[in-house]
């Protein structure tokens, strides 16, 4: 991808890359000149997308001109666009493709301009998942799972689930949540655990992102980053407070949205064991408030501040590597990255979460804070807020047992650390 402004507009560069260009995406092109040249230029580009622009530039799948028109669900039709072939698919590609940018979101953009690119250009292999299986699947869930489908359709919340996860696009993993969110059963846990972590009948396979590549933290308090110390940032103000952070805003739609989220970071009782327990609360479907709890196992990585998560939700295993990008040394605010795969379930994903003691955003200007968006390649409104104002009752507590910090933890005063 490279590229432009509209000032390049005449530029003999921008004319020798429009001309062997496989596809062109404008962005808020307005200006009366700069539309005219691109529609002189743009003739012979098979594929041209029009964001905020003038109604005059014209969209391209294919070399045949779509219009967008009325709404759609985002991801709705994006199993049947494999490789389209008349206008009407491409219209629901394009349909598709609007609503993914009114989202706002990097990543939901970026699936979105693949599928344009799997579909009119060359296949795309992380867009696999797309395709359905068929009668192999069919044959795969009643040979190996009969009793637990059984008891699924019986079970009115199992059910609902399937419903639901039955309207969303496989790679949709905020439509797909928050149906698991929704309607999470033992039911739903065990039909899962049968057909797609057990034995795959869906076929399908993801694996952890290996980009951005995010360097975790290397000093703290002017002393070099350990394992041990690495831990205690996460146990954060767990100890002085029911729980180690709050978080304030996240990356990641599907995840890190969920309102009144606490996070328990504590050491178990087994030598060398670590426990993450993440607290949220989902409105359901149906507009229910309920909470909902996790429980990840956490295995320290090769370089400190760097982390292996891994998780049993709702029947499918999720993997993550986590990263501590900075902590203040007061302890005011943290920043979190994870990278994550689903395999079973198809999904791959990366996200990160700014925490705080109390859930409100750090105030004032924050150079800190700024450079470790930065390192995570995350702008400001990229960040989802998450609603902290309605959270009493939230089911906290560590297990019997459980050791909290090693060797720093958060002092009575700013800026002070104790050693424990």
């Given at each position: 991808?490279?590229?432009?402004?509209?000032?390049?507009?005449?530029?003999?560069?921008?004319?020798?890359?429009?001309?062997?260009?496989?596809?062109?995406?404008?962005?808020?092109?307005?200006?009366?000149e700069?539309?005219?040249?691109?529609?002189?230029?743009?003739?012979?580009?098979?594929n041209?997308?029009?964001?905020?622009?003038?109604?005059?530039?014209?969209?391209?799948?294919?070399?045949?001109?779509?219009q967008?028109?009325?709404?759609?669900?985002?991801?709705?039709?994006?199993?049947?666009?494999?490789?389209?072939?008349?206008?009407?698919?491409?219209?629901?590609?394009?349909?598709?493709?609007?609503?993914?940018?009114?989202r706002?979101?990097?990543?939901?953009?970026?699936?979105?301009?693949?599928?344009?690119?799997?579909?009119?250009?060359?296949?795309?292999?992380?867009?696999?998942?797309?395709?359905?299986?068929?009668?192999?699947?069919?044959?795969?869930?009643?040979?190996?799972?009969?009793?637990?489908?059984?008891?699924?359709?019986?079970?009115?919340?199992?059910?609902?689930?399937?419903?639901?996860?039955?309207?969303?696009?496989p790679?949709?993993?905020?439509?797909?949540?928050?149906?698991?969110?929704?309607?999470?059963?033992?039911?739903?846990?065990?039909?899962?655990?049968?057909?797609?972590?057990?034995?795959?009948?869906?076929?399908?396979?993801?694996?952890?992102?290996?980009?951005?590549?995010?360097?975790?933290?290397?000093?703290?308090?002017?002393?070099?980053?350990?394992?041990?110390?690495?831990?205690?940032?996460?146990?954060?103000?767990?100890?002085?407070?029911?729980?180690?952070?709050r978080?304030?805003?996240?990356?990641?739609?599907?995840?890190?949205?969920?309102?009144?989220?606490?996070?328990?970071?504590?050491?178990g009782?087994?030598?060398?064991?670590?426990?993450?327990?993440p607290?949220?609360?989902?409105?359901?479907?149906?507009?229910?408030?309920?909470?909902?709890?996790?429980?990840?196992?956490?295995?320290?990585?090769?370089?400190?501040?760097?982390?292996?998560?891994?998780?049993?939700?709702?029947?499918v295993?999720?993997?993550?590597?986590?990263?501590?990008?900075?902590?203040?040394?007061?302890?005011?605010?943290?920043?979190?990255?994870?990278?994550?795969?689903?395999?079973?379930?198809?999904?791959?994903?990366?996200?990160?979460?700014?925490?705080?003691?109390?859930?409100?955003?750090?105030?004032?200007?924050?150079?800190?804070?700024?450079?470790?968006?930065?390192?995570?390649?995350?702008?400001?409104?990229?960040?989802?807020?998450?609603?902290?104002?309605?959270?009493?009752?939230?089911?906290?507590?560590?297990?019997?047992?459980?050791?909290?910090?090693?060797?720093?933890?958060?002092?009575?005063?700013?800026?002070?650390?104790?050693?424990?």
């Amino acid at each position: 991808m490279l590229v432009f402004t509209d000032k390049s507009i005449d530029h003999d560069d921008l004319k020798k890359e429009l001309s062997r260009c496989d596809m062109l995406v404008n962005v808020a092109i307005t200006g009366q000149e700069s539309v005219q040249w691109l529609i002189h230029n743009s003739k012979n580009i098979p594929n041209v997308l029009c964001f905020q622009s003038s109604p005059s530039l014209v969209n391209k799948l294919g070399g045949t001109s779509v219009q967008y028109t009325g709404e759609q669900d985002f991801f709705g039709k994006l199993i049947n666009v494999g490789k389209p072939s008349g206008t009407e698919e491409s219209a629901e590609v394009l349909k598709t493709i609007s609503n993914a940018w009114e989202r706002h979101n990097s990543d939901d953009i970026r699936f979105c301009l693949l599928v344009v690119v799997n579909a009119y250009i060359r296949p795309v292999a992380m867009l696999k998942n797309l395709r359905a299986k068929g009668l192999s699947t069919l044959g795969c869930m009643i040979t190996n799972c009969g009793p637990q489908i059984l008891n699924c359709l019986f079970d009115p919340d199992c059910r609902k689930a399937i419903q639901c996860l039955n309207s969303c696009s496989p790679t949709d993993q905020v439509c797909n949540y928050r149906c698991i969110a929704s309607y999470e059963s033992p039911h739903l846990e065990a039909f899962s655990l049968c057909v797609l972590q057990k034995h795959n009948c869906l076929e399908l396979n993801a694996e952890i992102p290996s980009k951005p590549s995010v360097t975790p933290l290397s000093m703290f308090r002017e002393q070099k980053l350990s394992h041990e110390v690495a831990e205690d940032l996460f146990v954060g103000w767990l100890d002085g407070l029911e729980w180690s952070w709050r978080v304030v805003a996240g990356q990641n739609p599907a995840y890190d949205q969920f309102p009144c989220q606490y996070q328990l970071f504590y050491r178990g009782k087994a030598k060398g064991s670590f426990w993450y327990e993440p607290i949220f609360q989902v409105r359901t479907l149906e507009g229910k408030l309920v909470w909902r709890r996790r429980k990840y196992r956490v295995r320290r990585a090769s370089t400190p501040g760097t982390f292996y998560f891994s998780v049993l939700d709702n029947g499918v295993v999720s993997k993550e590597f986590w990263t501590v990008v900075d902590v203040a040394d007061d302890f005011s605010w943290g920043l979190f990255h994870y990278h994550g795969a689903a395999q079973a379930a198809g999904q791959s994903y990366t996200g990160a979460v700014l925490v705080t003691p109390d859930g409100s955003y750090p105030g004032g200007d924050n150079p800190r804070l700024d450079s470790a968006l930065e390192k995570c390649g995350i702008k400001k409104w990229e960040l989802y807020m998450v609603d902290n104002c309605s959270c009493t009752g939230a089911p906290l507590g560590t297990p019997v047992g459980s050791r909290l910090h090693y060797q720093i933890a958060p002092g009575k005063e700013a800026g002070i650390m104790q050693r424990i």
